[in-house]
């Protein structure tokens, strides 16, 4: 069964830094690119960053570009988000995606079940 | 502010059919796969469609999608209540080099 379970959220002040993880397990973790996706309380969809399976392409959306790196661990089956300089703003559940394709930006055929990150003082 | 424009709610009654548009221009739903995703409450998204057209396994043949020009259009036959949720639309756009979601569509079965 493919799962992909994300940790590492809390309560973290303005201007701080925070690491999620996302585990995968019930696949081949390196044939896959992989999306963090995040969604503001009561607001909608923002994909946030993309990377292939290689780590060779990585996207991400303009408002997080200079603050958050995406990287991953094909050994460790695993993706991460380093999230520096927070902002009110980042504050939203981060849901971990597979892309079922090669190709960034075709659809997310899994997800998590997300964690929450709270920018606040 | 979604690159993709979708309606904010649409409502219908129980065994009727619903749409829900996805708008947007040539750098995203012009030249690019679009899918859906539904989202019930408390939960996370959830594929419907995938390449304009394609339903995952699983996914009941209720759920249709199609796409014209740069307009993308989910559609649910039978609905049921079970079907009460947040519906996105979501696709590639190549000048942003981003993905973009439209701002979700509430559907309310009554």
């Known amino acids: 069964e493919v799962q992909v379970v994300e940790s590492g959220g809390g309560l973290v002040q303005p201007g701080g830094s925070l690491r999620l993880s996302c585990a995968a397990s019930g696949f081949t973790f390196s044939n896959y690119g992989m999306n963090w996706v995040r969604q503001a309380p009561g607001k909608g969809l923002e994909w946030v960053s993309y990377?292939?399976?290689?780590?060779?392409?990585?996207y991400y959306v303009d408002s997080v570009k200079g603050r958050f790196t995406i990287s991953r661990d094909n050994a460790k089956n695993s993706l991460y988000l380093q999230m520096n300089s927070l902002r009110a703003e980042d504050t939203a559940v981060y849901y971990c995606?597979?892309?079922?394709?090669?190709?960034?930006?075709?659809?997310?055929?899994?997800w998590g079940q997300g964690t929450l990150v709270t920018v606040s003082s | 502010q979604s690159v993709l424009t979708q309606p904010p709610s649409v409502s219908a009654a129980p065994g009727q059919k619903v749409t829900i548009s996805c708008s947007g221009s040539s750098s995203n739903i012009g030249n690019n796969y679009v899918s859906w995703y539904q989202q019930l409450p408390g939960t996370a998204p959830k594929l419907l469609i995938y390449?304009?057209?394609k339903r995952p396994s699983g996914i009941p043949d209720r759920f249709s999608g199609s796409k014209s020009g740069t307009s993308a259009t989910l559609g649910i036959t039978g609905l049921q209540t079970g079907d009460e949720a947040d519906y996105y639309c979501?696709?590639?756009?190549?000048?942003?080099?981003?993905?973009?979601f439209g701002g979700g569509t509430k559907l309310t079965v009554l």
């Open positions: 390449d304009n057209n």
């Open positions: 995606a597979r892309s079922p394709r090669a190709a960034a930006g075709t659809s997310f055929d899994y």
């Open positions: 979501g696709t590639w756009d190549s000048s942003l080099s981003a993905l973009g």
């Open positions: 990377i292939n399976s290689g780590s060779s392409t990585i």
